[in-house]
C-alpha cells in the first residue's frame, strides 16, 4: 500500500489512459509502475492490426502486433494496472479538476487525469479491391515493410498533396517503380525531374481496380483498359483521421496538417486541456510503434509527476489533497 492510494481515494482512477494500443500500454506501464490507480479503456481496433508482422522495434522486429499488445497487457496487470475492453464515448470536466467518462456501455468512471492514446484511421483512397488488401500488399510504409518486398515491382498511387514524394522514397527499396497519378494534379518540373533522376515511370490514368490471383496483388488497372502488372502497391491513406472524439469533446487545441487535424502538444505530451495528455498517433501520423511507445512513457511520466507536485502544494498548503 503507497502513500498516493491513503491519500487521493476520491477518484475511480488517479489515470485513465483511453486507447490501449502502443502508447496507451507504455503509459500505463509508468503510471503502474508510479504506483498510480490507472484504468485502462481499449476498444481493440490498432492501426497496424492488418500487418502479420511488426518491424522496425528494436529487440521485436517481426513480432505480431497482437503478440506485442498481449505482452504490454501481461506487463501491465503485474503493476495492479486494471484493462477494460469498450469505447470511450463521453467525457467532460467534472469541476473539481478530473474527468468523468461515460463508455459505450453506458458505464461511467472518474478520472483525475486522463492519458488519451485512441490512435487514428487511415482513410484509404477508394480503389476497387484496395481497402482489402491494406497492409499486406497494399503498404503505407517503407520503413514497416520497405525490406520484406525491396527488389520487388512497386506501384505507388499518387497522393494530392505531394504526388511525387512517396515514389522517390521507395524508388530506394526498388528499381521498378511506377507512379500512378490516379485523381492528383499534374506534377512540377522540379518532382518531375527528381522522379526521371530515380528511374520511376509515371501513369496519369486514373486507377479503377486491382488484379489479385490466388490472393496475390498482380496489376493496377487504369480507366483505359489496361492492367501494370505491379506486386505491391504503395498508398498511402487520403486522409489521416485522427481518433480524437475524447479530445474534441474536452476543447483541446487542434493544429491543421496537410493529413489532417491533429492536437496540439508540448514535448510531454501534455494538452491545452489541464490535467489531458496525448500520446501516439492521435497526436500525428509520424509515430511509429517505439515512437507511440516513448510518447507514451514521456506522458505517462510527466502525468504523474503532476500529480506528484499537486498534492505536496495542497499538503503544504494545508489543502485537501486531490
Ligand atoms: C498496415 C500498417 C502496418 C504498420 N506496421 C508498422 C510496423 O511494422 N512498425 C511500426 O513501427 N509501425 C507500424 N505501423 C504504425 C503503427 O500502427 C502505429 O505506429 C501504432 O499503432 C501507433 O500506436 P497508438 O497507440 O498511437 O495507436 P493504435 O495502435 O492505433 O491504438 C489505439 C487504440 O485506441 C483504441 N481506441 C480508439 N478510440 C477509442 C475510444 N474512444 N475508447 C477506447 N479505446 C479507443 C483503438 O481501438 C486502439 O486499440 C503500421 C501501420 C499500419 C496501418
Known amino acids: 500500500m503507497n502513500a498516493h492510494l491513503d491519500l487521493d481515494s476520491?477518484?475511480?482512477y488517479e489515470a485513465v489512459?483511453?486507447?490501449?494500443?502502443?502508447a496507451g500500454l507504455s503509459a500505463a506501464l509508468i503510471l503502474g509502475r508510479s504506483l498510480r490507480r490507472?484504468?485502462?479503456?481499449?476498444?481493440?481496433?490498432?492501426?497496424n492490426a492488418p500487418a502479420a508482422h511488426m518491424q522496425g522495434v528494436l529487440?521485436?522486429?517481426g513480432m505480431s502486433p497482437a503478440d506485442f499488445l498481449a505482452a504490454g497487457r501481461a506487463e501491465i496487470a503485474a503493476y495492479g494496472v486494471e484493462w477494460r475492453a469498450g469505447e470511450v464515448t463521453g467525457a467532460a470536466p467534472d469541476g473539481r479538476g478530473g474527468f468523468t467518462l461515460t463508455l459505450a456501455d453506458g458505464d461511467t468512471v472518474g478520472a483525475r487525469r486522463l492519458?488519451?492514446?485512441?490512435?487514428?484511421?487511415?482513410?484509404?483512397?477508394r480503389i476497387d479491391g484496395l481497402a482489402g488488401r491494406w497492409g499486406r500488399d497494399v503498404l503505407h510504409c517503407p520503413y514497416c515493410h520497405g525490406w520484406e518486398v525491396r527488389g520487388e515491382a512497386f506501384g505507388v498511387i499518387a497522393h494530392p498533396a505531394m504526388p511525387a514524394h512517396q515514389?522517390?522514397?521507395?524508388?530506394?527499396?526498388?528499381e521498378d517503380v511506377t507512379l500512378f497519378l490516379h485523381t492528383a494534379g499534374e506534377l512540377s518540373e522540379h518532382d518531375a525531374a527528381l522522379l526521371d533522376a530515380a528511374g520511376v515511370r509515371v501513369e496519369r490514368g486514373e486507377v479503377t481496380g486491382l488484379a489479385v490471383e490466388d490472393d496475390r496483388l498482380t496489376g493496377v488497372r487504369l480507366a483505359d483498359g489496361r492492367t501494370v502488372?505491379?506486386?505491391?502497391?504503395?498508398?498511402?491513406?487520403?486522409r489521416l483521421a485522427a481518433r480524437d472524439g475524447v479530445l474534441r469533446r474536452l476543447g483541446a487545441e487542434l493544429r491543421a496538417t496537410p493529413f489532417g487535424e491533429f492536437v496540439v502538444v508540448d514535448e510531454t505530451g501534455?494538452?491545452?486541456?489541464?490535467?489531458?495528455?496525448?500520446?501516439g498517433n492521435v497526436t500525428g501520423p509520424q509515430e511509429q510503434v517505439v515512437n507511440a511507445v516513448s510518447r507514451g512513457y514521456r506522458a505517462g511520466a510527466a502525468l504523474n509527476a503532476e500529480l506528484v507536485f499537486a498534492d505536496l502544494e495542497a499538503k503544504a498548503a494545508g489543502r485537501p489533497v486531490g
Open 10 to 12: 476520491t477518484y475511480d
Open 59 to 61: 529487440s521485436r522486429d
Open 167 to 174: 515514389a522517390l522514397m521507395v524508388a530506394h527499396w526498388s
Open 17 to 22: 489512459v483511453v486507447g490501449g494500443g502502443a
Open 115 to 125: 492519458v488519451v492514446t485512441t490512435g487514428l484511421v487511415d482513410e484509404l483512397p
Open 270 to 279: 501534455r494538452t491545452s486541456v489541464p490535467g489531458v495528455w496525448a500520446a
Open 229 to 238: 502488372a505491379r506486386s505491391v502497391l504503395f498508398a498511402g491513406a487520403s
Open 38 to 47: 490507472t484504468l485502462v479503456v481499449d476498444a481493440g481496433q490498432p492501426r
